[in-house]
């Protein structure tokens, strides 16, 4: 499995913006998926957005055109770039990584957007 570390979550202002890290144990260049996840109090765990080895990306409707996903293939980290927080973005986010059909987890990193 690929160890992941999440960093970058905190408390922030509606309207505000976050930059989620997600820093991988090896290189991420042949991990085929990557991707963010988040948990919210008594909900399931949902996706985000993803982002293909060859750079595809994919966003849950209720974030596009606020989140951005990338990779630094160089630096084995995903960024998950925030922007136009809302109350409802408030939850622990999980970095996820697919490689040859397995899956691998971070720790998660909260985030809580509140005035």
């Known amino acids: 499995q690929v160890h992941l570390v999440e960093s970058g979550g905190g408390l922030v202002q509606p309207g505000g913006s976050l930059r989620l890290s997600c820093a991988a144990s090896?290189?991420?260049?042949?991990?085929?998926?990557m991707g963010w996840y988040r948990q919210a109090p008594g909900k399931q765990r949902e996706l985000v957005a993803v982002i293909a080895s060859g750079g595809v990306t994919n966003y849950q409707d209720s974030v596009k055109g606020r989140f951005t996903i990338s990779r630094d293939n160089a630096k084995n980290t995903v960024y998950l770039q925030m922007n136009s927080l809302k109350p409802e973005d408030t939850a622990v986010y999980y970095c996820?990584?697919?490689?040859?059909?397995?899956?691998?987890w971070g720790q998660g990193t909260q985030v809580t957007v509140s005035s």
């Open positions: 996820n990584a697919v490689k040859s059909g397995k899956y691998s």
């Open positions: 090896e290189s991420i260049f042949s991990i085929n998926l």
